[in-house]
């Protein structure tokens, strides 16, 4: 199971490389459901990894030109500050059990996975929608910093409750909102994350028991898979592998749902 759980680790990394998002949503349930970490601690492992990872593979974007600085720290403004709030301020103070329903008590660790889960069947349908459909939108779809500041806020609260990086989400907003070409795109996404994610991580440090052995040992094997998905992602056919990938995170989040709920 551990030999598993690693290889597991070098798809987080791979699928950055491979087609610029999807590694948060591998990381928690990896984390959980074969490190056995408990799942509010797997957020703030995810933010790591995520972010450290992330963070590789701007600086590759960037050396190829294909990372937007100025929109990366303009529209990362809103959203690294929310991040930064939730996991210093609220998150510590979350009860484990947050409320009970006919004697029921519901607790945060199966709320949080149930959230992760429906956020990775959100995510699967942006991988998997056509492309066509999407260029269209990009067509169509007007620019609106006011919107813009509320997609930084909404990702903010995503990576902060979740642990979750939100590409499914920056990609569509950086191309329809601000025109950014596809691949700039990624670079760009990547770069927020990175920042969003580690600042997220600093708030948190204080609140939890970080074993830094295991979460340094999983986060190299993450960027050693970044490198190989960089390269592959040369030599393979990028629309497929995110469609491919796309399903994967759907029956993924669908096995989370059953699990949680059918316990």
């Known amino acids: 199971m551990e030999i598993l759980a690693y290889l ?28 056995g970490v408990t799942p509010l601690l797997a957020t703030s492992y995810s933010l790591f990894v995520v972010g450290t990872t992330s963070l590789i593979g701007a600086f590759q974007n960037y050396r190829h030109r294909l990372v937007d600085v100025k929109t990366a720290l303009l529209f990362g403004l809103s959203s690294i500050t929310t991040v930064f709030l939730i996991r210093m301020f609220l998150v510590p103070v979350l009860p484990a059990n947050l409320f009970s329903i006919g004697g029921l008590q519901v607790q945060l660790n199966v709320v949080t996975m149930l959230l992760f889960a429906v956020l990775m069947v959100a995510a699967s349908f942006s991988m998997i929608r056509d492309k066509q459909n999407f260029a269209a939108e990009v067509q169509t779809t007007s620019n609106s910093a006011g919107k813009m500041l509320i997609y930084g806020i909404g990702i903010g609260v995503v990576t902060g409750f979740l642990g979750a990086g939100g590409g499914f989400l920056l990609i569509p907003a950086l191309v329809m909102r601000l025109k950014l070409p596809m691949k700039v795109a990624i670079g760009t996404s990547l770069a927020i994350i990175a920042m969003n994610s580690l600042i997220g991580f600093i708030g948190d440090l204080g609140h939890f028991n970080i074993n830094w052995f295991f979460l340094l040992t999983v986060t190299a094997i993450a960027i050693s898979g970044v490198f190989l998905g960089t390269f592959l992602s040369a030599k393979l056919d990028g629309t497929k592998l995110k469609k491919g990938f796309g399903w994967f995170v759907l029956l993924m989040g669908s096995y989370i749902l059953l699990k949680e709920l059918l316990g």
């Open 8 to 35: 597991a680790s070098a798809l987080i990394g791979i699928s950055l490389g491979l087609i610029g998002g999807g590694g948060s949503m591998l990381t928690v349930p990896v984390l959980v459901y074969l490190f």
